[in-house]
Structure formats: C-alpha cells, structure tokens
C-alpha cells in the first residue's frame, strides 16, 4: 500500500525560460526580445549570459537525468528561430532546440516546450508595438506553426503562452509598452485578446500537425479567497475570481469570454475591440489540458465607494512587507493581504492548500486533465564554504504542496506532470541571481559572473529521492 498516489507514468520534471536560462542573447543570430530590453532597465542584471544554459545544455542535461527527472519544461525563444520576428528563419537556433529535444529524449526525459515565454521579437516592437497591434496574432501565428511543424515527430506536450494573466495584470513589466499608452489601461487587454487568438491558433497547429499532440496554457492562477465571510467580500472575491482566473480559463476551456468579467469590462470601457469571426477561431483552437503556474493563493474585499483604480504593486528586494499596493478595480473589487498566511521575503504567500483548492476547483468546472508547469520558492540561497548549499525551506515548500497535489489527485484530479520553478537557478524577474528558485546552484551573481558552475543544493537530494519512489518519500 502505497502513502500516495501520484499515478503510474507521473511526470516529475522542473521548468526554466529561455531568457532567463540561456543567454547567448545576440548569439548565432539570435536578436534580442522585448526581455532584453526591459532587463538592461531593471536594477538588476541584463539577460545576456543569465545561466549560460545555451552553452552548457549538455551538462545541464546530464544534472537532469541524475536528478531523475522524467520532463523538462523550457520555452523556446520565437527570436532565436525568427531574429526579426518574421522572415527567415535562423537555422543555427532551430538546431539549437533539435539538440537539446534530442538530449533530454536520449535521456528518458520528456519535453514540454512552451512557445512564447514573455519574449516577443524587439523588431516586432519597434515595427509596430508588439502585442498592442493585430499584426502580432499573424506573425506568432507564423512562428508557431513553423516550430511545431519542425519539432513535431519529437514533441507531443505544447504549452502555448505563459502566464497570460501576469502579462496582464504587470503589462507595463512583461511588455515593452510605448509611453504614449502608458496611461491607458484598455491597452492590456487588447494584448490579451491578441494572445487569446495567438494561442487557439497554436492550439490548432498542435492538433493538425503533431500525432496525438496535446496541447494547453501555462497559466499563472492564484485562488482567491473573501477577506471576510461579509456577503459583499465574498462577493468582490467571485468578481476577482471572474477577472483574474476565469477570464483566461473560460476562453481556453470553453471557447468564451467569461459573462461578468467582459459586462466589467464593457461597463468601463476596458474591453477590447474584436473582428467577426474571432470567437470562432478562439473555440476552434480548444486545449486539452490547462497547465498552471502555482505560487501563492490571492485575497479580496469589497472595494471602499471612492476607491480609484490601482495597478498591483512589486516587492523588487526581498525584504518582507514592501508590497504595499495591491490592485483596486472599482466598483468591483480590492485586492488585499492575507492575514492567515505567511510569505517568503518577497510577500508571496505560502498556501499549499490553495494548491489543492485551485487542482479541485478547476477539476470542477473544466474536467480537463491539469498540469503544472511551475511552483516554488524564491529564496536568498548561501552557497558554503564545502560548495553546499542548505535550503530547508524549499524543501518545506515543495513536500506541503507535493501533498496538497496528492490529495487533489484522491479526490478526482487528473494531473499529468509537476515542473517546479525551477530547475537550476535563473535570473529572477523580481530580484535577478538575487532569488534564487533552482534545485542546482548557478555561481554568479548580479555583479560578478564568477565561473557559472552548477552545485547541488539540499532539495536536488531530497526531490531526487520523491522521483524514485514516485512521491513516497513524501
Ligand atoms: C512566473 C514566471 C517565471 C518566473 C517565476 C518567478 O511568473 O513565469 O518566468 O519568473 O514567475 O517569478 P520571479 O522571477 O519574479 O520571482
């Protein structure tokens, strides 16, 4: 008898992203994305020799399969195949994902690339703003189809896009926005109706050219939870769940815009503008399963009568409690602090169970099988003197949420794969080499690029031993 039962052919993997991993960023014709540039700006480091995962896939790779993993899941950089976005395609870039799909197969390792991973061409930004223009969903469209055509026979799982939610919700952080739409917040979700037609299209591409090809979403989804058990504040958390969850899992899942968030949005003249025949293509292109990326569950409350609009805000240090706003959409809800939860320095709350309540929700309403494509903790790490480096608490991290994904799993959820963030350290959106989320150490740092060697760190062991015994160890 077996403690849990995570089902046979589970599997176990951890993620990265192209530009947080590879660097290499104007190598082999590559062009620099959006990413590029937004990082040079950031206080902390440039993307452009990040883990040097291009150069050392193999070495990586080997850490991989000792590791046990049985699935990686990385994004492939729609600039390394098309540098301008569009035109010719760069073939020393398609060989570069040839041989690392071929590295993880020869090594029992399932592949499960994502298309797009916050990285639109910077060519594509400059020629015409990138997301913002209708252009976009075309020319993804382009190299979607491109990439799945040439990896076919190789990949079976495709996630489309990351975190459409993010993208939205922090669109002037994961988008390279142009001042003069700065201060218009209909802008974010055009963009997001662009993606919406960009995935269904990958979706379709997946279903007619990969053989028992699957495909879905990598969603960032956080649950939330009333402040209060106040009707009204249950009520503003139904109205955040609407806008912030369902608004992405009702078009991937159901082929629509959720009612109640687009009637929001109508009301305030956020909606997007769309084409005849949009929703067709966005039904047409159906997922299989839904992938999330699960850090932290939300909590909301009624918004105050005279409450304005409010972007949410960023802990950017790592000093616990720095994150003092939170977003406001009037009239319909504010989102706040969770005083039941504790959080990592960077005020992200720590709620496996939130884990096991978004796995069973959306069990609930979808019935589709789930996946996750990223969960973990960001953690100022030491490397020690011995080369060890002691992190507790992201094995405490990831066992509670480990066991919240098992019990999802006894009451009914279908889950194929756990990709963890990450799988060697990358640079961090919110603190660069500052935070670090990997089982294996990358020795560098924001400042010093030292040797970029790979050291093991306490969760490399531990996770090693959950893979073996397929989550017994637990
Ligand atoms: C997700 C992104 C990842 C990664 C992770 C951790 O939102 O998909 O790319 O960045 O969050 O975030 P951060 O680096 O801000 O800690």
């Not at 979403?217 to 009333?226: E, K, Q, R, T």
């Not at 305030?268 to 932290?296: H, R, V, W």
């Not at 009914?412 to 350290?425: C, K, Q």
Request: hydrophobic share 35%.
């Amino acid at each position: 008898m077996t403690k849990y039962n995570f089902p046979e052919g589970f599997l176990w993997g951890a993620a990265t992203s192209a530009y947080q991993v590879e660097g290499a960023a104007e190598e082999d014709g590559k062009k620099k994305s959006q990413q590029d540039l937004i990082n040079e700006r950031s206080p902390f480091t440039d993307a452009s020799v990040a883990s040097d995962h291009y150069h050392r896939y193999k070495e990586d790779v080997a850490i991989m399969k000792e590791l046990g993993m049985t699935s990686y899941r990385f994004s492939i950089a729609w600039t390394r195949i098309f540098p301008d976005g569009v035109g010719e395609p760069n073939l020393k870039g398609i060989e570069f994902y040839h041989n690392l799909i071929d590295e993880l197969i020869k090594n029992g390792i399932t592949p499960i690339p994502t298309l797009y991973h916050y990285d639109m061409p910077m060519a594509l930004v400059e020629k015409y703003d990138g997301w913002i223009n209708r252009q976009s969903v075309e020319d993804f469209s382009k190299y979607a189809e491109f990439v799945i055509k040439e990896y076919a026979d190789k990949v079976k799982y495709w996630t489309t896009i990351n975190e459409q939610s993010i993208i939205l919700q922090y669109w002037t952080a994961k988008n390279y926005i142009p001042e003069k739409y700065l201060n218009n917040p209909q802008i974010k979700y055009q963009i997001n109706h662009h993606m919406n037609l960009a995935h269904a299209i990958a979706c379709k591409y997946v279903h007619e050219y990969v053989l028992g090809g699957q495909v879905g979403a990598a969603l960032g989804y956080a649950p939330i939870y009333a402040l209060t058990s106040n009707p009204e504040d249950q009520m503003a958390a139904q109205n955040a769940n609407d806008l912030r969850n369902l608004f992405f899992t009702d078009i991937y899942l159901k082929g629509e815009y959720n009612k109640a968030a687009m009637t929001y949005l109508e009301k305030n003249q956020l909606a997007p503008t769309m084409e005849d025949g949009d929703m067709d293509i966005i039904k047409e292109g159906y997922s299989d399963f839904l992938a999330i990326n699960y850090y932290y569950s939300d909590c909301a409350k009624a918004p105050a009568k005279e409450a304005v609009r409010t972007e949410p805000g960023v802990n950017l240090t790592g000093k616990k409690g720095e994150k003092s706003t939170y977003e406001i959409q009037p009239g319909f809800y504010e989102m706040v602090r969770n005083p039941n939860l504790d959080t990592t320095d960077w005020d992200w709350t720590i709620d496996p169970t939130g884990l096991e309540f978004a796995l069973r929700d959306l069990n609930a309403r979808y019935g589709k099988p789930l996946m996750i494509t990223e969960n973990g903790m960001g953690a100022f790490d030491k490397l020690e003197e011995d080369n060890s480096i002691h992190d507790p608490y992201r094995i405490e991290y990831i066992k509670s949420h480990l066991k919240a994904m098992a019990r999802a799993i006894d009451y009914g959820v279908e889950l194929i794969s756990y990709n963890p963030w990450s799988f060697i350290d990358i640079l961090s959106t919110s603190n660069g080499y500052n935070k670090r989320y990997g089982f294996v150490y990358v020795d560098r740092t924001d400042d010093d690029l030292k040797d970029l060697k790979r050291y093991k760190k306490d969760s490399f062991y531990w996770y090693q031993e959950v893979i073996k015994t397929n989550g017994n160890s637990l």
